[in-house]
């Protein structure tokens, strides 16, 4: 009894392969089993539609071999035509030993992918997909994939590459330095940085216009890849400035050589439409094999370097080492003192007489020249400090703070009842181009019979000022003498004497300091004492430091002479003993 109930109840559940055909029948996916006999056992419905219109052929018991004759004889599948034969072998073929997946591209543009499923008995259980939106999925994907690439690779090449001269840009040259810098230590690589910028090229670019100036600076670009082998990093790092990498694993690799010869190439003229253009360069080298030295560092040194070549004149380059290093800090250091406000009261003055050249023992003027008195590097030179004053844009406030000094001064001996004379006052060109220098000289009492200004001639070569010439019209209302100093050393001598005319010229050193041995020089001196006294204007001969030379410069015609031999600059507590012994003996 219980055995003919589970029997019952395996029929039960038992399908049948008509309720099996009909349930396959709703799946939308065409479903296959063929037996070890390679006859179909059972498929569904979308198995069939593959045989449209023949679906009536594809039952249970038909088989995979007559199916497949089928299809090339009602032209079913495009593959076939032309090789039956060969077609139905290899669809057998792909029945009995084809991958378990395969996937392919149907007539119809789908997308279709065949599960093929072997059982150990002989069955084969085939499904088949339509993957089309997938495929279509994926290959937008891609293309996506492939758009933010081409986007990327635009974006890098804006980012990285100078848009002029197609050149790497700072950006690019500080990725390709570091990378650079990565392979040092394991290739035992020497890097050299080289830093270039040049010389008049904002006159070209305004003189010629912007096209000459973008033409020209391609021009650079290309003779620096010319003057290096292919594996030199070349860039523009904006404006007119360039860089070149090196690297080499020669110990004695020819930087320094390499750089002159560029150098060379770089000042050759360039002509442009009718014109021939010629440029001064400055270079600033950075050699180092430590690893550890970032790029921005090695940049920064070079950086370094050329600026103090550009201190220089002419073609100059610059190696950075320790002793530029040690100046760097040295005036890194002044430069924080300064700006801390260390000069208002460690600035002194040193007072050197200024003598009559017929009569030395007479001392009609002084010149006041300023001292930094360091707490620890001692008394340091204006040319050693004023620099860095000027570079901080401060020339104003320390020559302000001098004349205070010296008008302190000049009450001072006056109130010791000493002889004073007449105190000649530097005034820097930075403050004659001050808007403010009017109203800082309205806001002091300045005696105009003990006090005049020098001015430095080359006030006037770099540009035409109104500032400067408003300047120089307030100081002649103020009645205060104006001398010109260190006549004769720029281009502009002979105008500066119309604009800024002056009481008084002092003929630079170089000029006068030669006279006793130079026909050339005498020349000179008698020249412009001529041309001075023809326009009314007496003559200070500076740097006067033996009697040959006094008794030559009283020849020919200059009216006071200034000098070691009368007297070095001195402080003001040395002075007046300084004036009481050329009062004593005559000189010359
Ligand atoms: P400068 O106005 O032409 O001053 C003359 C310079 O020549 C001084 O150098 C002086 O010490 C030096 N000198 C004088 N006689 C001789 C000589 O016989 N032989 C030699 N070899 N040198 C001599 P110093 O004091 O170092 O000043 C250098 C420059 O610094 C000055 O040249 C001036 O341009 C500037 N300077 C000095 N003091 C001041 C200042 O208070 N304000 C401004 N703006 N500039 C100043
Ligand atoms: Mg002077
Ligand atoms: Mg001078």
């Known amino acids: 009894m219980s055995s003919e109930l589970d029997d019952n109840h395996k029929a039960e559940a038992a399908v049948s392969l008509g309720d099996l055909t009909r349930f396959l029948g709703a799946v939308p996916a065409p479903f296959v089993v063929y037996g070890p006999d390679e006859k179909i056992i059972v498929c569904n419905a979308a198995y069939q539609r593959e045989y449209h219109p023949f679906e009536d052929r594809v039952v249970p018991g038909v088989s995979h071999t007559e199916l497949q004759w089928l299809k090339v004889e009602q032209g ?49 259980i085939g499904m088949r997909f339509d993957i089309t939106d997938l495929r279509l999925a994926e290959r937008e994907l891609q293309d996506k994939n492939e758009r933010l690439k081409s986007t990327q690779h635009k974006l890098e090449a804006v980012a990285f590459i100078d848009d002029l001269t197609q050149l790497s840009n700072r950006r690019g040259a500080i990725r390709a330095l570091e990378t650079l810098v990565a392979r040092a230590e394991e290739e035992k690589l020497h890097i050299g940085v080289v830093l270039y910028d040049l010389n008049g090229f904002k006159q070209i670019n305004d003189g010629f216009g912007h ?149 030395p023992t007479s001392v009609p003027a002084a010149e006041v020249l300023v001292r930094w008195d360091h707490p620890e590097f001692g008394l340091l030179a204006p040319g050693v400090f004023f620099p860095v004053v000027e570079a901080l844009r401060m020339a104003h406030t320390l020559d302000e703070i001098v004349l205070d000094l010296a008008l302190g001064q000049i009450t001072k001996w006056q109130s010791m009842g000493q002889h004073v004379p007449k105190l000649s006052v530097n005034i820097s060109p930075q403050r004659l181009l001050d808007d403010g220098l009017s109203s800082s000289l309205d806001q002091r009492i300045i005696p105009k019979d003990s006090v005049s200004f020098e001015i430095l001639e080359t006030v006037f070569s770099d540009r035409a000022d109104n500032t400067l010439q408003w300047n120089l019209d307030r100081l002649h209302d103020s009645g205060i003498e104006l001398h010109i100093d260190d006549y004769g050393t720029s281009h ?97």
């Open 76 to 124: 079913l599948d495009s593959d076939a035509i032309g090789r039956e034969e060969a077609f139905v072998q290899a669809e057998q073929d792909r029945h009995k030993h084809g991958p378990n997946i395969e996937e392919w591209e149907d007539d119809a543009g789908r997308f279709m992918r065949l599960f093929r499923e072997r059982l150990p008995d002989g069955h084969v």
């Open 492 to 588: 502009s001598s002979i105008s500066s004497l119309l604009l800024i005319r002056p009481k008084r010229i002092k003929i630079d050193r170089q000029f006068c300091a030669r006279v006793a041995q130079s026909k050339e020089a005498r020349d000179i001196v008698r020249l412009t004492v001529a041309l001075a006294k023809s326009l009314g204007i007496s003559v200070t001969a500076e740097g006067v430091e033996d009697f040959e030379t006094a008794e030559r410069l009283a020849g020919l015609g200059c009216d006071m002479l200034q000098g070691y031999l009368f007297g070095k600059p001195c402080p003001a507590t040395a002075f007046p003993t300084l004036l009481h012994g050329l009062s004593g003996e005559k000189i010359a």
């Open 211 to 359: 096209a000459a100036g973008d033409a020209l600076l391609r021009e650079i670009g290309a003779r620096l890849q010319n003057a290096f082998d292919s594996d030199a990093i070349v860039a523009r790092m904006g404006g007119d400035e360039f860089l070149v990498t090196l690297a080499s694993r020669e110990d004695n690799f020819p930087f320094q050589q390499l750089v002159d010869q560029s150098m060379e190439k770089l000042s050759q003229p360039f002509v442009f439409m009718d014109f021939t253009l010629q440029l001064g360069v400055n270079a600033g080298i950075a050699i180092e094999s430590c690893a550890n030295t970032s790029a921005e560092s090695r940049i920064a040194k070079a950086d370094m370097a050329l600026h103090d070549a550009k201190k220089r004149r002419g073609n100059i380059s610059r190696q950075f080492d320790e002793k530029l290093r040690q100046k760097i800090e040295f005036e890194t250091r002044l430069r924080q003192e300064i700006l801390s406000g260390v000069l208002a009261t460690q600035t002194v003055l040193h007072f050197q007489p200024i003598v009559d050249a017929k009569d």
